[in-house]
């Protein structure tokens, strides 16, 4: 062998093994749309932060597959246009695998076509809409409950609380319509009778008329379905009012913790249904892993009124991850496979997945679970 041969064989070799190294160093992407800015940044940004957390424990443990995952979070703007554009972004630019969005119902459901179109599967962390498990898109598995599981969870409840009629103020998309209506049926199937069903923009900072209406329908409780900004000036507005009504929040996106702080003493009284409670880790069927996400939470000094929606960043990306460790491989089609047979012990209690929608094209949707607490003198309390 020529020595100029011997040499090209060398380079050769050294090109390879420099191949190798960099395709084990390569990360597995995984894509996040969130609404980082707009109506429901504070809910978004906390999802965001919980992924993070679940991204470098993974990390610290070895990874997956031997190599290390990386989160490419993309801000949707709470827009559904923008929510279109980043999960495009994140499937064509940066070539990820699978999803984790959207929060919104309204977001998620305009993704979902997209999801189709480049069979990459998404991993719902928080939208509630039925109809975003039902309407046979196979790439969508849902973490969080259904608006009509969480009714379901609700209905014993009407008795208890004495609930004799019930009034509704909803914001006026998916998320908040579909949960009237889910509520609004349990209710009546127990019972209780429907008194005004009022809904308010998704950006509405002023609800004296609804309020205004609501407090003459004379109910004594009052199903408020919003994110945590407004349900904040829902209950200052409903104590200047003077609302006699109880107030009882739905979707679990309403941080209890920052209602205190930022609502004052408006906020004593009200109840409010949540998928996690931070307060109590010992109530949720995982314990350890409840109390290991908030050990990490708090010392990173993150808002403790980020809790109740962080958790759901946690849940989610250790289910994708669990699903690329099954499947073997970080491919689409086969983490969508991967995913049905998934077992994860989830801060929301134990994750697995069941089929819902048209046969042949079902999406996926786990069974969580869902509490009552109660805001009493500045504290959260168990019900």
Do not use: C
């Amino acid at each position: 062998m020529s020595s100029r041969t011997l040499r090209l064989a060398v380079a050769a070799l050294a090109a390879m093994l420099v191949a190798a190294s960099a395709t084990a160093q390569d990360t597995i992407k995984i894509g996040v749309t969130q609404p980082l800015t707009g109506a429901f940044a504070a809910s978004g940004n906390y999802v965001a932060q919980g992924a993070k957390i679940a991204e470098e424990e993974i990390n610290k443990a070895g990874g997956v597959l031997g190599r290390k995952i990386e989160l490419i979070v993309e801000d949707n703007k709470s827009n559904p246009t923008e929510a279109v554009a980043t999960a495009e972004k994140l499937i064509v630019k940066d070539k990820v695998p699978v999803l984790m969005g959207a929060w919104s119902s309204t977001l998620t459901l305009a993704i979902m076509p997209k999801l189709e179109e480049y069979k990459v599967p998404m991993l719902v962390e928080t939208s509630s809409s039925g109809k975003i498990t039902v309407s046979g898109n196979p790439y969508i598995f849902r973490i969080s409950p259904t608006s009509e599981m969480e009714a379901k969870a609700f209905t014993p409840l009407f008795a208890k609380l004495a609930i004799k009629k019930a009034d509704f103020l909803s914001t006026n998309n998916d998320f908040g319509l579909g949960a009237a209506k889910e509520f609004s049926e349990a209710a009546k199937a127990s019972g209780v009778e429907i008194g005004v069903m009022e809904t308010m923009d998704p950006k509405a900072t002023d609800f004296s008329a609804q309020l205004a209406k609501i407090k003459a329908s004379g109910g004594d409780t009052l199903f408020v379905t919003t994110a945590v900004e407004q349900i904040t000036l829902i209950l200052k507005q409903a104590r200047e009012q003077r609302l006699a009504a109880r107030i009882i929040t739905t979707g679990g996106s309403n941080s209890p913790d920052q209602l205190i702080a930022q609502a004052g003493d408006a906020a004593n009284g009200s109840l409010h249904l949540v998928f996690f409670t931070p307060w109590f880790p010992e109530a949720v069927k995982n314990p350890d892993v409840a109390k290991r996400f908030l050990a990490i939470w708090n010392d990173k000094k993150l808002p403790v009124g980020g809790l109740t929606e962080g958790f759901r960043g946690w849940d989610g990306i250790h289910v994708i991850t669990e699903a690329i460790r099954a499947a073997g491989k970080a491919e689409p089609e086969a983490i969508r496979q991967a995913l049905w047979n998934v077992k994860v012990k989830g801060i929301n209690g134990d994750i697995a997945f069941i089929k819902q929608g048209p046969s042949g094209s079902e999406s996926a949707q786990n069974v969580p679970s869902v509490y009552l607490v109660k805001i009493d003198n500045g504290k959260v309390e168990r019900q």
